[in-house]
């Protein structure tokens, strides 16, 4: 079986955090795959300036393929549209025309509709996972607040798809009524990062948590959706009534402005191995979003052991039960939002020897390790 995937996003020089979990999707199935299976990865990447031409990352798969992509800003913006499509036609036509059996787009961005046209011409099967939080979710970059040619180009890739593998059942079911088309779901589990592995079994139980050095842990990029000022809010009167908690922001550089509120420690986007560390100290992850799909974050928490207080936006619902988590429904308006964060952290104060660090580690290993999540990919393709 001869398979390509297309990422619309995929880490590289020029952003090693962007698409991360393309690479973990991919890598999985990789690993997974027979003796004589193929298994190619194609991501365009744009770059604007010479100096930031983007390439792989130290390390990466050789068979995953930078192709970079030169965009303009200023007057010739009306020419990038035609020098993507142009390089994409040029570099995929004569490998889509030869002997694939499959292709596979990872959030589909730009790169949908083109496969999507190109299959006129070949004979392959199409496959679409997307991870993007657009449909049906209160966010800037809304499907429906799009522009024409993204909403006609998504329409059209969406009426050729052979099957859709969905990273969350909530996300499907919203793609179908937003693309007004039905397609039936088949899901598919976000992976953990397989560097993550040799770390996560090396996590002992932490049934027993202390109030007096409550460790509660943010790993996001930082963005407005995330709600991190309404959590440090939160977390300053939590605080009052736990003296010795703690909170650790990571992934952005903008969470240092949180530095001088007491108990908070911040840092950008750091190593996996030094993530790692952070997540074998922590007693609780929080991630409290406006709109997520299916949060990587999450699996990473729950795989060693970590419960998680979350708003169930997207599917996060679905990864997340009484036994592994402390939920909050979707905000109604931004002014309860600190409010409720802080009664949930009280919450989680009264509940904490409720869960079962072992058994919550032990549920999200059998649905999120990376062989796990190759070996279901793997099956699938079989049975297309």
């Not at 966010?139 to 099957?163: C, H, I, M, T």
């Not at 049934?207 to 709600?227: F, M």
């Not at 998680?308 to 402390?326: A, K, Y």
């Amino acid at each position: 079986m001869r398979v390509i995937w297309l990422a619309g996003w995929y880490p590289t020089t020029q952003n090693a955090f962007s698409g991360n979990f393309v690479r973990r999707h991919y890598h999985a199935v990789k690993n997974a795959a027979a003796a004589n299976d193929e298994f190619e990865l194609y991501h365009f990447a744009p770059y604007e300036s010479r100096d930031k031409i983007p390439a792989l990352l130290e390390g990466e798969d050789t068979s995953v393929n930078i192709v970079p992509v030169r965009q303009f800003s200023g007057p010739f913006r009306i020419l990038n549209a035609l020098i993507y499509y142009f390089i994409v036609f040029r570099k995929l036509g004569p490998i889509l025309f030869r002997s694939v059996d499959l292709v596979h787009v990872h959030a589909a961005d730009k790169i949908g509709v083109a496969v999507a046209f190109l299959k006129i011409f070949g004979s392959y099967k199409l496959w679409l996972t997307e991870h993007w939080a657009i449909f049906k979710q209160d966010v800037p970059d809304a499907f429906e607040k799009r522009g024409w040619w993204f909403q006609f180009s998504y329409r059209y890739l969406w009426n050729r798809v052979d099957s859709v593998l969905a990273i969350s059942k909530e996300l499907h079911s919203a793609m179908c009524e937003v693309l007004q088309k039905e397609i039936e779901y088949s899901g598919l589990e976000n992976s953990l990062d397989a560097e993550f592995v040799p770390y996560v079994s090396q996590q002992k139980s932490n049934n027993n948590i202390d109030p007096e050095t409550l460790n509660i842990l943010h790993v996001s990029n930082g963005e407005s959706r995330k709600n991190v000022a309404q959590l440090v809010k939160a977390f300053h009167e939590f605080k009052l009534q736990c003296p010795g908690a703690n909170l650790t922001l990571i992934g952005s550089e903008g969470h240092h402005r949180y530095l001088d509120v007491v108990g908070v420690a911040t840092m950008p986007a750091i190593t996996t191995s030094e993530l790692a560390k952070y997540y074998m100290e922590a007693d609780l992850l929080v991630l409290v979003s406006d709109a997520e799909n299916a949060p990587c974050v999450i699996v990473e928490a729950l795989c060693f052991g970590v419960p998680v207080l979350v708003t169930t936006v997207g599917g996060i619902g679905g990864m997340c039960n009484s036994q592994n988590s402390i939920q909050i429904p979707p905000f109604q308006t931004h002014e309860e939002k600190a409010e409720k964060i802080h009664r949930a952290l009280l919450d989680f104060l009264t509940k904490n020897q409720t869960f079962d660090s072992m058994q919550i580690q032990q549920n999200a290993l059998k649905k999120y390790h990376p062989d796990a999540v190759g070996r279901a990919m793997r099956f699938a393709y079989e049975n297309q």
